[in-house]
């Protein structure tokens, strides 16, 4: 859960920051010609984009604050970028602890169906109105179960949005 709020707070801003990478990009200027940045809010921004113009260079693509180094454009169009917001491929695939409760989430909601489908089936078969009762209560509170495990599995899968 900690991990879960960890992302979420980080990915508050992300609309923003992709915003401003594409026009970045678009000008083809160093960032430190278009970005005037806050003494007050930005100092690690600044700083880890000096970090890339220092040790950039090893990675495939970066955005330092003087130094830049794109992907060039045939490989953009042979191997698409990740949709920006897609939290799914760009972060669940690839963190362990997120792909776990992920797959988990998928398994508990088909459980939970399952579970409520044959309830409901034995409720139709059984002739005591009172167990009919308690085995209808028992699917329609394991259609809920499946209900909250499709929400927690969504939010692996979508971005984090203000609220």
Request: charged share 20%.
């Amino acid at each position: 859960m900690e991990h879960w709020y960890r992302g979420k707070f980080l990915e508050e801003d992300l609309p923003l920051v992709v915003g401003q990478q594409a026009q970045v990009q678009r000008l083809g200027q160093s960032l430190s010609s278009l970005y005037l940045p806050l003494k007050t809010s930005d100092i690690l921004v600044v700083e880890y984009r000096k970090w890339l113009d220092k040790y950039g260079e090893c990675l495939p693509y970066y955005l330092g604050y003087n130094t830049q180094s794109l992907p060039e454009q045939e490989n953009l169009q042979v191997h698409p970028q990740l949709p920006a917001l897609d939290r799914f491929s760009r972060h669940t695939q690839i963190c362990g602890s997120c792909s776990r409760a992920h797959k988990t989430a998928i398994r508990f909601k088909q459980i939970f169906v399952g579970v409520a489908i044959a309830l409901a089936a034995v409720a139709i078969i059984t002739e005591d109105f009172g167990i009919k009762l308690l085995l209808v209560a028992f699917a329609l509170c394991s259609v809920g179960l499946a209900v909250i495990a499709e929400k927690f599995k969504i939010r692996f899968e979508r971005a984090y949005t203000r609220h």
